[in-house]
Antibody, heavy 119, light 110 residues
Framework: QVQLVESGGGVVQPGTSLRLSCAASGFTFRENGMHWVRQAPGKGLEWVALISGDGNNKYYAGSVKGRFTISRDDSKNTLYLQMNSPIADDTAVYYC????????????WGQGTLVTVSS | QSALTQPASVSGSPGQSITIFCTGTSSDVGTYDYVSWYQHHPGKAPKLIIYEVINRPSGVSNRFSASKSGNTASLTISGLQSEDEADYYCSSFTTINTWVFGGGTKLTVL
């Protein structure tokens, strides 16, 4: 079965950097687009970024564009989110999710990793 | 891109039906039939329950149904059960190649 396991969360100081990882299994990773979605404490879900299956197309929410970078390593079946210059509003549980091809929906999610931006 | 609009909470008794509405704009819900719905039990992974406005993934109960009219989508849960108590989110693809979620609706089964 599909399994997505996020890691790399923790406490990070504003203006520094942090890289999140998402290990995928149970499906052909290289054939699927992958998303990052976050949920701030007490708030709803917020879409963050998508990378296409071939890695050539990347899209970002306006709130993170220019600061976060999504990438993938198909040899390791791993998705990444490089978070640069984080701010307090980036504090959230970060989920990775598998794109359900041609339906523009997210059909498998991880359990999430908590990122706290604080000095 | 502003979040889609959902009611903060809805409630119903076991066996009843409830409907959650999700209002967007002509830049998202109104343009594409790429509306999806997610069930989220806090502390667990969100679960896709509806994609492309009306379709249920394999294994999702047929008590969940959905539709769309103009800029508004809706999710109906019939025959409410205690395990349906969760947060529900709508989402849509947008004209600027992003995704937008609703603010979420907390369903309470009385």
């Amino acid at each position: 079965q599909v399994q997505l396991v996020e890691s790399g969360g923790g406490v990070v100081q504003p203006g520094t950097s942090l890289r999140l990882s998402c290990a995928a299994s149970g499906f052909t990773f290289r054939e699927n687009g992958m998303h990052w979605v976050r949920q701030a404490p007490g708030k709803g879900l917020e879409w963050v970024a998508l990378i296409s299956g071939d890695g050539n197309n990347k899209y970002y929410a306006g709130s993170v564009k220019g600061r976060f970078t999504i990438s993938r390593d198909d040899s390791k079946n791993t998705l990444y989110l490089q978070m640069n210059s984080p701010i307090a509003d980036d504090t959230a549980v970060y989920y990775c999710a598998k794109d359900r091809s041609l339906t523009w929906s997210l059909d498998a999610w991880g359990q999430g990793t908590l990122v706290t931006v604080s000095s | 891109q502003s979040a889609l609009t959902q009611p903060a909470s809805v409630s119903g008794s076991p066996g009843q039906s409830i409907t959650i509405f999700c209002t967007g704009t002509s830049s998202d819900v109104g343009t594409y039939d790429y509306v999806s719905w997610y069930q989220h039990h806090p502390g667990k992974a969100p679960k896709l329950i509806i994609y492309e406005v009306i379709n249920r993934p394999s294994g999702v109960s047929n008590r969940f149904s959905a539709s769309k009219s103009g800029n508004t989508a809706s999710l109906t849960i019939s025959g409410l059960q205690s395990e349906d108590e969760a947060d529900y989110y709508c989402s849509s693809f947008t004209t600027i190649n992003t995704w937008v979620f609703g603010g979420g609706t907390k369903l309470t089964v009385l």
